[in-house]
């Protein structure tokens, strides 16, 4: 039976669009399965807003969330919470220096889990309900480690990103994430070393390189998928990355408005 608390009212007063924490998951890279991550996702506001707006919507802090638990000890849930909230933290410390300040604890419309701003991330408390917190991390990875700190603005990448360090492995997260890895597994034998490499291109802008690393790869793995259609690479790399496009100049840059239909592999890939 978990504790009556304050922590426990919280939930129930900030839970008023709730999502069912038994839908939410994702597979350990170690292969100790917990639960299915089908449809959370996070989204990103074309115009970010400030802390205190998002505190005034009705965000806690999980640096105050922490402190409840502290004021909480003896309650053994709560105590449990917290030590692994502490785990939690240490494992991302290792990356970042982690601000808990910067992370707010705000229900999410639809299926979203998380949410990246300028200078904070908002994370959904449904994920807090979960015994071991395995979804947590991995969304506070995802928003905070790698688009926060990192600057890492593609969601495709992002995940890949965050299945590396964390050693997750999402499962239908987004087709995007499957279209992108079709592109940074081609980079490097090295699983670890490609996705680096793809961070590092994308991040900086080198988005032409980028292209070409995988172009050359896609034709030394593809010959034949290239001899059938010289575009194979260029439609594989665009359906990883539809937010770019060719400019005037032949070099890759990012589209105002990403188009509304993509390009589509041939039914052989």
């Given amino acids: 039976m978990r504790d009556a608390s304050l922590t426990d009212l919280w939930y129930n007063c900030l839970m008023a669009e709730q999502k069912d924490p ?21 989204t990103h506001d074309a115009v970010s807003k400030t802390l205190e707006e998002s505190k005034a919507e009705g965000a806690k802090t999980l640096k105050d969330y922490m402190k409840e638990l502290e004021a909480l000890k003896d309650s053994p849930v709560s105590a449990e919470k917290l030590k692994n909230l ?25 299926e979203a889990v998380g949410e990246a701003h300028a200078t904070f991330v908002e994370i959904d408390p449904v994920l807090l309900r979960q015994g071991d917190l395995s ?44 279209n992108t890895l079709q592109v940074v597994g081609l980079l490097n034998k090295d699983k670890e070393k490609a996705i680096l490499r793809a961070v590092e291109l994308y991040s900086n802008g080198k988005y032409d390189e980028l292209f070409a690393e995988f172009e ?54």
Wanted: proline letters at 3%; charged letters at 30%; hydrophobic letters at 45%.
């Fill in 135 to 178: 979804v947590f991390r991995h969304a506070l990875v995802h928003e905070y480690v790698v688009h926060l700190k990192k600057g890492l603005d593609h969601e495709g990448l992002a995940e890949v990103e965050t299945m590396r360090i964390t050693g997750d492995a999402a499962m239908d997260y987004e087709a995007m994430t499957q």
């Fill in 22 to 42: 038994k839908i939410l998951g994702v597979e350990s890279g170690e292969g100790v399965k917990v639960l299915q991550f089908p449809g959370a996702r996070e």
């Fill in 216 to 269: 050359v790869a896609y034709a030394a793995k593809y010959p034949e998928k290239v001899k059938r259609n010289s575009d194979a690479a260029l439609n594989t790399f665009q359906l990883a990355f539809p937010e770019l496009h060719v400019a005037m100049d032949g070099k890759w840059e990012f589209d105002n408005g990403i188009p509304e239909t993509y390009a589509e592999l041939d039914e052989a890939d």
């Fill in 86 to 110: 502490k785990m939690i933290l240490l494992f991302l410390g290792k990356f970042v220096d982690v601000k808990t300040d910067k992370i707010l604890l705000k229900s999410l419309p639809g």
